[in-house]
């Protein structure tokens, strides 16, 4: 069994930041590639950020130069560094891994619970 446990979401006004962190945990063997998606309401899920176990990071037009995303590999944690938030970034925010199980010859990709981001004054 996999998990991915995200938390760090809530309120903020325009212009301020919030971290949002992600724990995989369970009978992990190896973990690929993590990211961040976000889901509006009457939209459809968009990638916001990715990064590969070993490659560069990827981000999404949208939040370039506002949004980081990092690793602790030792810790099976993503986060993703959210500054000047924009109302336009509200959305419910889900952690995505590529990861390979105990026991597995392949990987396949699990998601979170997914955290809400609320943007507004």
């Known amino acids: 069994q996999v998990q991915l446990v995200e938390s760090g979401g809530g309120l903020v006004q325009p212009g301020g930041s919030l971290r949002l962190s992600c724990a995989a945990s369970?009978?992990?063997?190896?973990?690929?590639?993590m990211g961040w998606y976000r889901q509006a309401p009457g939209k459809q899920r968009e990638l916001v950020a990715s990064?590969?176990?070993?490659?560069?990071?990827n981000y999404a037009d949208s939040v370039k130069g506002r949004f980081t995303i990092s690793r602790d590999n030792a810790k099976n944690t993503v986060y993703l560094q959210m500054n000047s938030l924009k109302p336009e970034d509200t959305a419910v925010y889900y952690c995505?891994?590529?990861?390979?199980?105990?026991?597995?010859?392949?990987?396949?990709?699990?998601w979170g619970q997914g955290t809400q981001v609320t943007v507004s004054s």
């Open positions: 369970g009978s992990i063997f190896r973990i690929n590639a």
């Open positions: 990064a590969p176990s070993g490659g560069t990071t």
């Open positions: 995505n891994a590529d990861i390979r199980r105990i026991g597995s010859m392949r990987s396949l990709g699990y």
